[in-house]
């Protein structure tokens, strides 16, 4: 049976939310949701990961969103 390929963009739902990350495990980026972005929303869940994987605090570290 083959599987189908799916684009990053299709495989996400309106409330979901990416993180990129390098070959190398490095982070990336972000990907937030539209609705999201509009009320500077990031679920504590993904904040926790950020910080235990990457040793970073959204709410006092600067980051670019894109």
Excluded: C, W
């Excluded at 972005?37 to 994987?53: F, G, K, S, T, W």
């Amino acid at each position: 049976m083959a599987r189908k390929k799916i684009s990053f963009e299709e495989s996400l739902e309106d409330t979901d939310f990416g993180l990129i990350i390098s070959a190398k495990g490095e982070l990336k980026g972000m990907y937030i949701p539209e609705q999201m972005e509009e009320i500077d929303y990031v679920p504590a869940e993904i904040m926790q990961i950020l910080n235990d994987v990457y040793g970073m605090h959204m709410d006092t570290d600067s980051a670019t969103i894109h």
